[in-house]
């Protein structure tokens, strides 16, 4: 099955929000956020920040992994400091959201000790989740 590209834009526009697509509707959606009480800035900084410091961090995995880039100390602080740079933007989320780590780690480890009831990994329950688990 061939695509043609220009249907495929079409497409993607048409699927498309208003608000992805509009910067009044945009703004709009993002008043009423604010609005219902979301800090709209703390967010945005921490989707945007986690996601870029994530791909530096996966970068220098994936150069040393596949590229043939040494796994040694310079590369290890590297590593290190774009996570570092990573808790930083989780910080801002947990501004965001009124949480701290404490909080999200607790929360992980109940989500992970409902999903595996035996208290190990289990391929199984990895890919067969229960309703909700998200």
């Not at 993607?12 to 993002?30: M, N």
Request: aromatic share 10%.
């Amino acid at each position: 099955m061939t695509i043609d590209p220009a249907k495929y834009i079409d497409f993607v526009a048409q699927t498309t929000s208003r608000p992805s697509t509009y910067f009044e509707d945009l703004a709009t959606r993002l008043a009423e956020l604010e609005g219902s009480g979301a800090d709209v800035p703390k967010l945005t900084t921490a989707a945007l920040g986690i996601t870029a410091e994530a791909g530096e961090f996966a970068e220098i995995v994936k150069k040393i992994f596949l590229q043939g880039k040494p796994y040694e100390e310079g590369n290890i602080v590297h590593m290190k400091k774009e996570l570092g740079d990573i808790m930083w933007y989780i910080a801002q989320a947990c501004m965001a959201l009124d949480t701290d780590f404490d909080e999200l780690m607790q929360m992980n480890v109940d989500k992970l000790s409902a999903r595996y009831p035996e208290g190990t990994f289990d391929v199984h329950y990895s890919e067969n989740r229960k309703q909700g688990d998200l």
